[in-house]
């Protein structure tokens, strides 16, 4: 199969990375593939222009920023063909805005996920018209989740998409105060590192609040700092977050459309 992928920032590299397998010819462009980070990453991936990157592949993964979605699709619209799939990563654009915007009779479907499927892990959300598994099989490794309302690829890209961004804050805060604690670099990652790592195999088995309460106990150490959490708001600091994160994409799908 023959695959394009229209810009390759943080996301676009993330898919090349997956999307390699036996077999499978990828095409790659950007406006700047002079960043240092490509090399590891384009062995055995040609690189073109739109317009060749179009004419030779089957499947199309569109990588750009929300702003920029518009001039790529009146880049490519000449050239696509009604065989083709186009699949957009990009967030607050929806796929009726893509299609008119390319103005073909090609399928549109939109796909979230993050920066794990470099490593062909993690859940990729999917929206579309009778998806075939060759599509979403594309992103080896990862597991794939099938919606049948698109209002929810906003709310994957809130939650997926930028989840690791929140995760990592929360991590460096444990990392930071390690250090100050007199943990060495290496003692205090290894030691974090596997406490998220293990804290993510226990909730495989038990809900979120229960295991707050089976750690906490009364008069306790996790009580009190769990308590400074809640006398400071933590809660609605972080439903505020997604709150404006969501205003944001309608924000965005708005001026865009």
């Given amino acids: 199969m023959r695959i394009g992928v229209i810009g390759v920032g943080n996301m ?3 898919l ?14 950007d406006t700047n593939l002079d960043r240092p980070n490509f090399l590891d990453v384009l062995t055995d991936v040609s690189v073109a222009n739109n317009k060749t990157l179009i004419e030779a592949s089957d ?8 702003k920029d979605l518009h001039s790529v699709c009146k880049d ?6 009604s065989d083709q799939i186009i699949i957009s990563t990009v967030a607050a654009v929806q796929s009726d805005t893509i299609r008119r915007w390319i103005d073909k009779k090609v399928q549109v479907i939109r796909c979230m996920s993050n920066l794990s499927i470099s490593h062909r892990k993690g859940t990729v959300v999917w929206y579309g018209r009778d998806i075939p598994n060759r599509i979403t099989n594309l992103l080896n490794g990862t597991t794939p989740m099938i919606i049948n309302n698109e209002e929810l690829i906003d709310h994957a890209t809130v939650l997926l998409g930028c989840g690791p961004a929140f995760i990592s804050k929360f991590y460096e805060n444990f990392i930071e105060h390690g250090k100050l604690s007199g943990f060495s670099d290496d003692q205090i990652n290894l030691m974090i ?6 804290t993510t195999t226990l909730l495989k088995d038990i ?3 229960d295991l707050v309460e089976s750690i906490t106990t009364e008069g306790g150490i996790t009580e009190r700092g769990i308590k400074t959490l809640n006398d400071m708001s933590f809660d609605e600091i972080i439903n505020t977050s997604f709150q404006n994160m969501t205003h944001h994409i309608n924000d965005t799908r708005k001026s865009l459309s």
């Fill in 12 to 14: 676009g590299l993330s």
């Fill in 16 to 29: 090349v990375r997956c999307l390699k397998f036996p077999n499978r010819k990828i095409i790659v462009s």
């Fill in 59 to 66: 499947v199309i993964f569109v990588a750009v920023k929300p």
């Fill in 76 to 81: 490519i619209k000449e050239y696509c063909r």
């Fill in 193 to 198: 590192n596997s406490m998220f790592c293990n």
């Fill in 207 to 209: 809900r979120p609040s």
